[in-house]
C-alpha cells in the first residue's frame, strides 16, 4: 500500500488546451473524491465515485470538466478548454467507508 | 449549506509555545476532520471527532469538539518547527456522501 497517487504532480498548460490528471487510489478503498484548491482556501469537492459509479457531483464541475472510474480503480479527471481560473491544486482522496479518507499529494496545475 | 470558519488565520508562534486553533460551524457537526497541509502538498490526516464532547490526542496536538458539536479546537503543546504548515478544518455536511467542506485554514510558523 503506497497510499493515494497523482499523476502528474505538476502541469503547466497553455489557454485552451486540454489536460488530464491521473489518481490511484488505496487499493481497497472503493469511494474515490476529487477536490479542487485555490491559493488561501480550503479544498472545494468537485465529484465522489462509489466503485465506479459517479454519484455526486458539485456545481463547480462546469461542462469542461469530466471525470471517469473505469473498473472502479484508478480515476481521471480531464479539463477541457483551459482557463486561467482553473489554475489551482486538484486533489484526490479515497475511502473504505465514509469516513477515514486519505488524500494524494495532488497535481499543481497552472493555466497561462 | 454549511461553512466552517478557522480562526486565527494566520499564526505565529516561537518554538516551546502552545497555541490553540479553533474550528466554528455553521450547523451541527456529524464529523470534524483535522488535516495537516505543507504548502504545496496534500492533506494528511491529523484526527476525526465525532462525539460531543470528544477529545483525541496524538503527541502534542489535542484536539476537541465541544459539547453541542458546533465548534472544535485544536491545540498544540511546546510548539516546534515541524508543526508548521496549514491546518484544516474538515466536515461532512448532513446527508452527504461523504465528501467534506472545509474551512480556509489557519497557516502556522514556528520561530526557532
Known amino acids: 500500500d503506497t497510499g493515494v497517487s497523482q499523476n502528474p504532480r505538476h502541469k503547466i498548460t497553455k489557454r485552451g488546451q486540454n489536460v488530464t490528471f491521473r489518481c490511484d487510489p488505496i487499493?481497497?478503498?472503493?469511494?474515490l473524491y476529487w477536490y479542487r484548491q485555490t491559493l488561501g482556501q480550503g479544498p472545494e469537492f468537485l465529484t465522489y465515485?462509489?466503485?465506479?459509479?459517479?454519484?455526486?457531483k458539485s456545481r463547480l464541475l462546469s461542462d469542461r470538466f469530466s471525470a471517469e472510474r473505469p473498473k472502479g480503480s484508478f480515476s481521471t479527471l480531464e479539463i477541457q478548454r483551459t482557463e486561467q481560473g482553473d489554475s489551482a491544486m486538484y486533489l484526490c482522496?479515497?475511502?473504505?467507508?465514509?469516513?477515514?479518507?486519505?488524500f494524494g499529494s495532488g497535481t499543481r496545475l497552472t493555466v497561462v | 449549506s454549511q461553512e466552517l470558519e478557522q480562526s486565527p488565520q494566520s499564526l505565529i508562534v516561537q518554538e516551546g509555545k502552545n497555541l490553540t486553533i479553533n474550528c466554528t460551524s455553521s450547523k451541527t457537526l456529524y464529523g470534524l476532520y483535522w488535516y495537516k497541509q505543507k504548502y504545496g502538498e496534500g492533506l494528511i490526516f491529523l484526527m476525526m471527532?465525532?462525539?460531543?464532547?470528544e477529545e483525541k490526542s496524538h503527541e502534542k496536538i489535542t484536539a476537541k469538539l465541544d459539547e453541542k458539536k458546533q465548534q472544535s479546537s485544536l491545540h498544540i503543546t511546546a510548539s516546534q518547527p515541524s508543526h508548521a504548515g496549514i491546518y484544516l478544518c474538515g466536515a461532512s455536511p448532513g446527508g452527504s456522501q461523504g465528501n467534506l467542506i472545509f474551512g480556509k485554514g489557519t497557516k502556522l510558523s514556528v520561530k526557532p
Open positions: 482522496a479515497s475511502s473504505w467507508t465514509i469516513y477515514g479518507y486519505t
Open positions: 465515485f462509489q466503485n465506479e459509479a459517479q454519484l455526486e
Open positions: 471527532l465525532q462525539k460531543g464532547g
Open positions: 487499493s481497497e478503498h472503493n469511494r
